[in-house]
Structure formats: C-alpha cells, structure tokens
C-alpha cells in the first residue's frame, strides 16, 4: 500500500535555507560580490575599490567561511570593481581570475596594473556560454562580455560609444534549483550610452534578484531589461550622499511601480532619493525554491522563487495590525501587515490602497503563520524615524491622510480588510494605532494608541509585538504549505503547528483521508478519521513534539518521487495531549484539507 511509503519518510523541522549563499557587500562606491556554493566553493564577483578589499570584502569572505577563492572575476576594468580584487587576491588562495580580455585597455594604469600583477597567469579571458561550476548543482553562466552577447557571432559596436569600459561588463547569471540572479557589472542601457541591456536581457531571461547595473545609475537598468528579466528584488550598490545622485529617480521609478513594487534594497541611503530600502552588506541564502536575506542590522525577510505559487491569502489571513499616519518624519509612515491564518502566506499579487492611492505587491514574500510585515513610506532608517527592515512602497504612491482615511488590504479582486479611521480614532501626531485583538475585526474599539517608543522618538511598536496587546491566546491552528515534486529537494509537505497557549506541552500531528466523524478523546473531538493513514502517523517520529516559546513549528514531511500518494486529497489538524496518565486531549485544531504532492 501507498501509504506505507509515509512510514519511511524522515520528518524533521524545517530549517533557514542552506544551501547557495550571496553576500552583496557595502564597498561604498563599487560592487562587490561573494558567492558561495553549497559545497563551499566560492567566486568573487568584482571586489569593490581600492582599500575595500581589504576592508570589507575579505571580512565578508571571513564571515562565510571562505578559506580559497575558486573564481575571480573582474566585470570590468574600473577601480570601483576592480580596485579592491588585489586586495582579495593577496588575503586568500585563488585558483583563476577571469576578465573580458585585453581589447582596449592600453590607456589603463593605476587599478589595472595592480590587477594585471596580482592575477599574474592565473589570469583567463571568459567565452560566451562558460559555465562556473559552483559546485551542488549550483553555477554561473556567461551571457556577455566585451561587446558579445551569448548566441549571435556579431560582436557589439560598443567601442565607439561613451563610456565604452561600462558596455564592455561581464555578465553572468547565477542559477542554484529555481534561483537566479543577475549580476552584470556597469553593462549599459541606453540614452548616450550603447543599448547592451537590450540584447543581453533576452538572453537571460527571468530571474528573481537583479543587481542594478552601474549602481543605479539611469543610464542602465532599462524599461526593456526590467520588462524582460523581470526580477522581484532589485539590490542596489552605491554609496551613501554620492554625488552622483545615485540611484537617480527615474531609475528607482522603473524598478518600483505602483502595479509592479518590488523589493528594492540598496547597500547604503544613496543620495537621498526615498523609496527603497537600505541594508548594508546583505546576505541572500537560498535552497533553490525560496530565499532570505539580511542585513547588517540582522533583520530578515523570506521570499519565494517566482516558480512557487503558495498559498494565496483569503479574506480573514491577512490583517492590518498597525498603521502610523502621522508620524514626526515625513518617510515616516507605515502599514504593518499580519498572517492570523495557519500557514505561510505568498503576499505576492498584495493590493494596498488608501483614498489617494494604491500599490500591489510583487516580491514574493512568505509570511509565516503569527509573523507580520513592514510596509514603508521609505526603508532608509535614518529618514523614516528608525524603522527595522521594511518593504518600501513607491515613493508617495499612498500618503495616509493625517485626520481620516480607508486602508484596505487585498488580493486580485478579493478585498481582505478595510481599515477606517477618522477623528477620536487611536493614533495620531507621532504616534501609531496599534491592533488589541488580531482575531477580532478592524473596528475602531479595536486599536488604542501605541503606548511605547521606537527609533528616533515617535510611538510604535513597527515589525513586532503590539505594546497594547495582551498577550491573547492564540487558537490552535495548523496549515500546510505544499512543495510538489518538480520542486527543488524534492516534493514535500510542510505542516505548521501555531498556539501560544501550550508552550511547552506535547503537541501531535494527525493525519487522515477523511475527517468524519472525529476521534472522541475525552470531551475534545480530534477531527480526523480513525483510519489507515491516522494509523501511519498517529505517535509516529517527528510528528509528536513541544510546542516552543516562539508559539510556531514547522515540520517538513517529504514525499517520495512515485510514492503512489500524489493527487490523494487528505486532513490534518495538531493537538495538543497528556502522554503520562489517562489520555487527555485539552484543544484541537480545525481540520485542514491538503492534497498529496
Ligand atoms: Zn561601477
């Protein structure tokens, strides 16, 4: 029988992802790039400018576990890419250095010949179509360089063109399971400067993370490149108060949209354009369906792939848990969403609109089960009055009205919330209108004015904990997120326990093919059905455990490739049990349908 196959299957919590890594370190002006197989082989992409090297990429490199460096590569031959790659070179072993070639580059000196010696022969020109291998199924792929662009013979008229050096970039697109990532050096889009983007985007088509060429600047990052590769997070480096206003408004305009926001992150503030988030060095973990990253001040998101569908929310999922409408600094406004229902939420497609405006998610973010999300004004810190990571909405595409307005949340033509406030509404001048009652509706009996501080001085509690919530107990919940077979680490169920009446009490997972008529335990009803399925599973390793102070668990159930079980509709639901005594069931969960992956 089928089912027997569940008997084998290695239930274990789920983890961070593990397995390719990409640090994005602040150089200040420049890129600088490490990436690290799952294997832990590692290519340095660009190494920022002079001094940078030494003093933020090798620290970075440290902080990975980076003892030898597989590849070096140059994108191009300006010092805010290459100035800091000696410094690399001379810290750590390397085994080869790859560059665009030697084609005009008689002028250079100073950064080059640095560069040139310090490469000395284990110095190689890349081809079209070369694969790195970075070893666990993980790589990069040239698509350009130089003027050639993977799949035509006819190189680029890009010598004669302004700022040539910048057309010339190495472009290579980083593949680990379903991740991707574009990294493409200064590469050129247009206006004065030749239209490389174009030709190089078709290329390589989707990904999910884009480094912004040349920083930011509008000189790159096309309509016809966005449109094309269409990534969900665009990762800016520049540095902080440039002068060269980077990244320049139109660019950030292109990225982020009122019918497209992406995540936009950058290393520092930049020049003082709002709208994006900034991060400092930011590490991106993937496991090939879905992604975090950090910053510096260790604050996290997760995202998924842009292959993963999840679950999408339904009205009553996602709520509106605190909002700042007025605050002291004028990027100082956020929408803090929630996930109330059992399982991780895909928020992208998430339609937020106030009376003048409106924007719609398009990162993928999974919002775990009892977790919120900042939605921002502004994601600089140091202008939006101290906030912890946030996403940040297009510059001015809602402004919440001080006195009165309607926030609503929702999702295709599915509204999920509406918030109305007007006068004698919690909140105000420097303070935010925090949710009681998560589990209850948005009327206004249910927010009260934030009685606690954050950041620079207004009152919030932005991205954690309400000050004005008891802590209500949270029903039993369970839910499923799905992970059929074609995903990476194979087909898989992921099953999520969230209550935070029961820390530290056992906890069990049950599952049947039908959920009628129940298992009576004393005066609780499991509802699940007493069947051959509940019978695999019922005290079964992995599926029994504690609940933890953080309130949520996760397992991961794998299903093996033609385990017979695929398309087989099922329950599950969590309860919580006494294992010393007379069997005692306090509180069940409601039952929850899944299908077999
Ligand atoms: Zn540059």
Aim: include cysteine; proline fraction near 6%; aromatic fraction near 8%.
């Amino acid at each position: 029988m089928a089912l027997s196959t569940l008997a084998q299957s290695q239930v274990r919590p789920v983890g961070s992802p593990n397995g390719l890594r990409i640090a994005f370190v602040n150089v200040q002006w420049g890129d600088g790039i490490v990436i690290v197989g799952p294997t832990g082989t590692c290519m340095v992409f660009d190494g920022g400018p002079n001094g940078m090297g030494t003093q933020a990429m090798v620290p970075a490199m440290k902080k990975l576990g980076v003892s030898r460096i597989r590849y070096v590569v140059a994108s191009h031959y300006h010092g805010d890419h290459i100035g800091g790659i000696d410094e690399v070179m001379n810290a750590l072993p390397f085994d080869e250095v790859w560059d665009r070639g030697t084609r005009n580059t008689s002028g250079f000196a100073g950064s080059y010949t640095t560069y040139v010696n310090a490469a000395g022969s284990k110095r190689k020109t890349v081809s079209l179509g070369q694969v790195f291998d970075l070893g666990g199924g993980a790589k990069a792929t040239v698509l350009a360089y130089d003027g050639n662009v993977l799949g035509s013979s006819t190189r680029h008229a890009i010598d004669s063109t302004s700022n040539y050096e910048n057309s010339a970039s190495i472009v290579v697109r980083v593949d680990y399971g379903d991740f991707s990532c574009w990294l493409g050096g200064d590469l050129t889009g247009g206006g004065s400067r030749y239209d490389m983007e174009t030709p190089v985007s078709r290329v390589c088509g989707d990904v999910d993370v884009y480094l912004a060429n040349h920083h930011g600047w509008d000189d790159g990052s096309n309509q016809n490149l966005l449109d094309t590769i269409d990534p969900e997070v665009c990762v800016i480096s520049c540095s902080h108060k440039n002068t060269h206003n980077v990244p320049h408004r139109a660019t950030l305009d292109r990225m982020s949209t009122t019918t497209k926001n992406r995540l936009v992150i950058s290393t520092t503030p930049g020049a003082g354009e709002p709208g994006f988030t900034s991060g400092g060095t930011m590490l991106l973990a993937t496991d090939g369906w879905r992604y975090t990253i950090s910053s510096e001040t260790g604050a996290s998101v997760e995202l998924y792939t842009d292959e993963f569908a999840g679950n999408t929310p339904t009205p009553g999922d996602l709520v509106i848990s605190e909002f700042q409408r007025e605050p002291s600094f004028f990027w100082g406004e956020y929408i803090e969403v929630f996930n109330r229902s059992g399982s991780p939420i895909n928020l992208r497609g998430l339609v937020v609109r106030a009376n003048n405006g409106s924007f719609e998610v398009a990162a993928p973010y999974r919002l775990l089960p009892r977790r919120s999300l900042l939605l921002a004004q502004h994601g600089d810190a140091s202008r939006n009055g101290g906030l912890p990571f946030a996403h940040s909405w297009p510059a001015r595409a809602v402004i919440l009205h001080d006195d009165a307005d309607n926030i609503e949340v929702a999702h295709g033509s599915k509204s999920l919330e509406r918030v109305s406030y007007g006068s004698g509404f919690a909140g105000g001048l420097g303070k935010a209108a925090e949710r009681v009652d998560v589990e209850i509706g948005a009327a206004s009996n249910n927010f009260e004015t934030a009685t606690r501080t954050y950041g620079s001085k207004d009152y919030g509690t932005p991205g954690a904990a309400n000050s004005v919530a008891s802590p209500l107990a949270w029903p039993l919940r369970v839910g499923v997120e799905r992970l059929d077979a074609a995903t990476p680490g194979g087909g898989a169920l992921h099953f999520f326990e969230s209550t935070n009446r029961w820390t530290g009490k056992v906890i069990a997972l049950g599952l049947s093919l039908g959920k009628t008529p129940g298992i009576p335990v004393g005066p609780t009803l499991i509802p699940l059905r007493a069947d051959a399925l509940f019978a695999i599973v019922d005290g079964a390793p992995g599926f029994v455990g504690v609940v933890p102070p953080e309130g949520l668990q996760a397992i991961r159930l794998p299903i093996p490739k033609n385990s017979g079980l695929t398309g087989l509709p099922a329950f599950c639901a969590c309860y919580i049990y006494d294992p010393k005594g007379p069997p005692f069931v306090p509180e069940a969960s409601d039952a929850v349908r899944f299908v077999f992956p």
